[in-house]
């Protein structure tokens, strides 16, 4: 089983920049597909980035292709989510996820974008 603990949420303007991380405890952490997903006040929980196993494949949400970039490190048992040109839209809170149907979360960390 993996444990998932993400970071590096925070308050920012509008065109800056954050670096969400996620650190996983567990052997098993490489064999696992990672993903980013987030929830807005009110709003469904929505799917934001994803990585294979191996990070050779990524996937996005339209809404943040060209400006997130989802990496990982396999050493050190983490992922990572890089948003750039951060809007007041992606205000949320972002949870980090793994698991064959995304069922291992974290606690999630609040992203705040103000105009």
């Known amino acids: 089983q993996v444990h998932l603990v993400e970071s590096g949420g925070g308050l920012v303007q509008a065109g800056g920049s954050l670096r969400l991380s996620c650190a996983a405890s567990g052997r098993t952490f490489s064999t696992y597909n990672m993903g980013w997903f987030r929830q807005a006040p009110g709003k469904e929980r929505e799917f934001v980035a994803s990585m294979d196993r191996t990070g050779g494949r990524t996937g996005y949400a339209d809404s943040v292709k060209g400006r997130f970039t989802i990496s990982r490190d396999n050493a050190k048992n983490a992922v990572y989510l890089q948003m750039n040109s951060l809007k007041p839209e992606d205000t949320a809170v972002y949870y980090c996820?793994?698991?064959?149907?995304?069922?291992?979360w974290g606690q999630g960390t609040q992203v705040t974008v103000s105009s």
């Open positions: 996820a793994c698991g064959l149907n995304w069922d291992l």
